[in-house]
Every structure is written in C-alpha cells, then in structure tokens.
C-alpha cells in the first residue's frame, strides 16, 4: 500500500470514528434527557402528593 493510500485510508477512518462518536454523544444526550424529564414528573407527583396529604 503506497503512503497516499494509507494516507486517505486513515483520514476516512479518522471520519468515521468521529461520526461514531457524535452519534454515540447524542444517544447520551437524549438518554441524560429522558431521565431528567422522569425525574422531573416524579418530582410533581411527590409535590402534588404532598399537598394532598397535607390538605
């Protein structure tokens, strides 16, 4: 394999591993999203819950 071969063989690998890992960050985000949005609705019925029993 001659050195500009390896060369673009390397940068397009170089790009897929980048795409990999945006894809792989975003699948975090949304994840880290999804259980904040959980937390958060539980946090209302705790306080809804609350308030009822005070009541």
């Known amino acids: ?20 890992a945006a894809d792989h960050r975003r699948a975090r985000q949304a994840q880290a999203g999804m259980k904040a949005q959980q937390r958060s609705g539980q946090r209302r019925l705790r306080a809804a819950f609350g308030k009822l029993r005070t009541s």
């Open 1 to 20: 394999m001659g050195p500009e071969l390896h060369y673009q063989v390397m940068i397009s690998r170089a790009a897929e591993l980048q795409e990999e």
